[in-house]
């Protein structure tokens, strides 16, 4: 088998998998292979060759979302699609470490970036 068929072959076994999964048609996978081929991550802006790039859909209405990295990818799951959950890591990260609004920026109000 040549690099072209296998590289074909992942294509459709990787179409077959997602389109059972995912609410998109073959004509809209194709469409967003392209991207996750040649794009970056939605969230961290990883190019394809830093990270593998994933197709990303909501697990209650199986809708697609976009294209993440594995990480992010990972990091949502962890964190049960909830965005209350990522609310408050957010709020945990921002008022800790480097992020953290010194005692004059807390008074006015202005937190650090």
């Known amino acids: 088998?040549?690099?072209e068929q296998k590289k074909r072959d992942r294509f459709l076994q990787r179409r077959s998998a997602i389109t059972n999964t995912i609410d998109i048609s073959k004509e809209e996978f194709?469409?967003?292979w392209v991207l996750a081929?040649?794009?970056?991550c939605e969230i961290c802006n990883a190019p394809r060759g830093i990270r593998r790039l994933h197709i990303d859909?909501?697990?209650?209405t199986n809708k697609f979302r976009g294209?993440?990295?594995g990480l992010c990818n990972k990091g949502l799951g962890s964190f049960r699609d909830d965005c209350r959950l990522l609310l408050r890591?957010?709020?945990?990260?921002?008022n800790s470490g480097p992020y953290a609004p010194s005692p004059d920026q807390e008074k006015a109000g202005i937190y650090a970036n």
């Open 1 to 3: 088998m040549t690099p």
């Open 30 to 32: 194709e469409r967003i």
């Open 37 to 40: 081929d040649s794009g970056r």
């Open 57 to 60: 859909h909501d697990h209650e």
């Open 67 to 69: 294209i993440l990295c």
């Open 89 to 94: 890591a957010y709020s945990y990260l921002l």
